[in-house]
């Protein structure tokens, strides 16, 4: 937060500990025709911000980017995301940590759904599209592969599984959304991790 403020950014607090409702009250203290939105972990390269201001300016409502990932991340998780990936290329979905989206389809859409702890991105997405084009970058953003380093396999899978045997329910409460909301396990490829200078 320093940082920003340093840098000249306006910082917004909130009280409610939900990603939706975060998003939400940063587009409400803007002032900008267009929104990027960024998950703290994520490194956002120049030119995928060049090409989501383009294709703004060239009508899309909004849209985002492919990922990759930090550093190495685990053999499970590479085979996971690449059907992932595949599907989101496909329909045209995207991760959260960047979306992009005209102010005038952002109040459209009416915003992030803060009834959703997690999926809100593909929700949005849905909304999104609906206005207008949903334009996927050619470049990619650069995001944090720490959950996958520090949760294993099993945990990620179970996750996933709840999501979809009851995808209207489960992602409506924190309660059983660990992989999202529960206290931050340390990265085994952080400096301050322990065995590393």
């Known amino acids: 937060m320093r940082v920003a403020c340093d840098h000249g ?3 917004v607090s ?3 500990r939900q990603i ?3 998003r939400n009250a ?3 203290a803007s002032t900008g025709e267009v929104l990027i939105f960024v998950d703290a972990d994520t490194r956002v390269t120049p030119s995928a911000v060049e090409e989501a201001i383009d294709a ?3 009508g899309a409502a909004g849209g985002g980017a492919m990922i990759t990932f930090d550093g190495p991340v685990p053999w499970w998780a590479s ?3 690449a059907p992932l990936v595949i599907g989101f290329r496909l329909f045209k979905y995207t991760g959260g ?3 992009f989206c005209t102010r005038r389809a952002f109040d459209a ?3 992030w759904d803060e009834t959703l702890f997690a999926s809100e991105e593909i929700e949005m997405a849905r909304r999104l599209k609906k206005l207008g084009r949903f334009v996927i970058v050619k470049s990619t953003v650069i995001t944090s592969g720490r959950k996958l380093r520090t949760y294993t396999g099993g945990e990620v899978f179970r996750a996933f599984l709840r999501m979809g045997l009851s995808p209207r329910t489960a992602v409506k409460s924190r309660d059983k959304l660990g992989l999202w909301y529960d206290p931050r396990r340390e990265d085994p490829l952080s400096s301050d991790a322990p065995g590393r200078a």
């Open 97 to 99: 940590c960047f979306l």
């Open 79 to 81: 085979v996971m995301l």
């Open 9 to 11: 950014a306006s910082v």
């Open 109 to 111: 859409a009416g915003g």
């Open 14 to 16: 909130i009280q409610a």
């Open 26 to 28: 940063a587009a409400r």
């Open 56 to 58: 703004m300016h060239r």
């Open 20 to 22: 939706a409702a975060a």
